[in-house]
């Protein structure tokens, strides 16, 4: 009997597709118009028209994103490949958000530094286009796709600055680590498929309902996509790559990379484990619990002997994967909806911190040791007062966002039965806390330095919106969570 196919596809269908992927479908359409203008500009203008081109891409895709969050239906698009749903959108909108940060702190950064302005934000706009496909994605091609795009644009920004060996090796490690990654994420990608005969996710769950925990195939297709995911998350004892390349890569790359590759990683291990993947749940928590574990221990005790403000955020963002896993185990609308939430302010804290280390750099290269943040709170207090609210949230110092993310985090761990977990995790956090005070105390002890420390109005934005953001949804958390609840309720129905 001949195999047939249903092939039809109605102009109607195609913008009712289109729709449920509207912010990436904007933000490609800008990302082209980018383009053009690069090409069409005298050199002189060039950097300056397509950051505006780029913000307003940005903003267009988030308007979009939000939009469809308020009055949109979301759906299945592209025979089930993609997806227009809360858990989408949620990510779409921080995303977008992360974007128009890293456009604003880019722009005087990269004229000290003489670098070329125009192909950083095409590239920047490319990974983010890569991350908003992961977020979408409903099918392990689609997911695979995403993350290639995020990641060769990644490859190349890390290597931005071509004069410099430090940034040449931190492409070339990146390349070579993220290479790996890839390889394992496809294998055990092709296992899951040959398990459950479809790349579809959801209907993955539907195809290993019963009897699969016994499937080699299946149980080695978790391990290797582990791994592979591990790797972009910057997870111990998978993580070695990320201190060489924060530290190597410039820095505004870096600030987006702490937030953006964790955040898609992220997104990718929910849609692919805690949504394809749920009767076959006891392995996967098993294998991040072991992940969760590592980093919180590696990442916490690595921190304390740096040097480099660079790679102490490094650890620490090794740290706040295994934290954040904690609630991925958990899993249900509320430790789903809790990694959300943590996610979301992570991009200010992290974020923020970054830009207030970017603002030290001057035309002879970057500034992150110690050393460099002495006598802020004198040279420029508002700056010193930004990175005050960073660290202390990171730290998780209450009332800040750092706080009640990881008190979401550390509840819902418990109600899932992991208490062990819970607790290393709260004895590693106050491990935590030497070291991000100990960046303070260079900033707030008296010292001769006289020297400004001079903030473009782009940057100065930037920074204090993530200041403001780490503040106010500190003050008031529930509204953030209950959209993590919404933005979760796609892969935990009721």
Do not use: C
Not at 410 to 434: K, N
Request: hydrophobic share 55%; charged share 10%; no cysteine.
């Amino acid at each position: 009997m001949p195999l047939t196919a249903d092939l039809s596809y109605s102009w109607s269908q195609a913008l009712a597709d289109l729709n449920q992927i509207a912010a990436i479908a904007t933000l490609t359409g800008f990302f082209l118009l980018a383009v053009v203008v690069d090409l069409v500009l005298p050199r002189s203008r060039r950097g300056g028209a397509v950051a505006i081109v780029a913000v307003v891409g940005f903003s267009y895709s988030l308007a979009s994103a939000l939009y469809r969050w308020r009055y949109g239906q979301g759906g299945s698009a592209y025979h089930g490949f993609a997806s227009g749903d809360n858990f989408a959108l949620f990510f779409e909108v921080l995303f977008a958000s992360l974007g128009i940060l890293t456009v604003a702190l880019a722009h005087s950064y990269l004229n000290r530094r003489g670098l070329l302005e125009s192909e950083f934000h095409l590239l920047v706009m490319a990974a983010v286009i890569g991350m908003m496909v992961l977020a979408s994605a409903t099918s392990l091609v689609t997911v695979f796709l995403g993350l290639e795009t995020l990641s060769i644009a990644l490859y190349i920004l890390s290597g931005y600055a071509r004069t410099e060996n430090r940034s040449q090796e931190a492409a070339a490690k990146y390349l070579l680590v993220g290479g790996f990654a890839s390889a394992f994420v496809l294998y055990g990608m092709a296992l899951v498929y040959g398990g459950s005969g479809t790349t579809v996710i959801p209907e993955i769950a539907k195809n290993l309902a019963s009897s699969a925990s016994g499937n080699p195939l299946l149980l080695l297709g978790i391990l290797m996509m582990g791994v592979g995911f591990a790797l972009n998350v910057s997870a111990a004892p998978f993580h070695m790559w990320t201190p060489d390349v924060y530290q190597g890569a410039p820095l505004p790359v870096t600030a987006f990379m702490s937030v953006g590759t964790k955040a898609a990683a992220f997104a990718m291990i929910i849609r692919v484990f805690a949504g394809g993947l749920p009767h076959l749940a006891p392995e996967w928590q098993t294998l991040l619990a072991f992940v969760a574990a590592t980093s919180m221990i590696v990442g916490n005790l690595m921190a304390i002997v740096q040097t480099s403000l660079k790679r102490l955020l490094a650890y620490s963002g090794v740290a706040q994967a295994g934290y954040m896993l904690i609630g991925v185990i958990a899993g249900g609308e509320n430790g789903l909806a809790a990694v959300l939430y943590y996610l979301f302010v992570y991009m200010f804290m992290n974020f923020g911190a970054f830009a207030v280390i970017t603002m030290l750099t001057g035309a002879d290269g970057e500034r992150d040791s110690f050393a460099d943040l002495e006598g802020l709170g004198r040279r420029n207090w508002l700056l010193a007062a930004a990175m005050t609210v960073f660290m202390l949230s990171l730290a998780g110092f209450p009332p800040s966002v750092g706080f009640f993310g990881k008190l979401f985090l550390f509840t819902a761990g418990v109600a899932a039965g992991y208490t062990w977990l819970v607790v290393l995790a709260v004895l590693m956090s106050v491990v935590s806390v030497f070291y991000y005070i100990r960046v303070l105390v260079p900033i707030w002890t008296p010292s001769p330095r006289l020297e400004r420390v001079p903030a473009s109005l782009s940057t100065q934005l930037a920074i204090g919106l993530s200041g403001v953001a780490s503040v106010v949804l500190g003050l008031y958390p529930t509204t953030l969570f209950i959209a993590g609840q919404l933005g979760a309720t796609p892969i935990t129905p009721p």
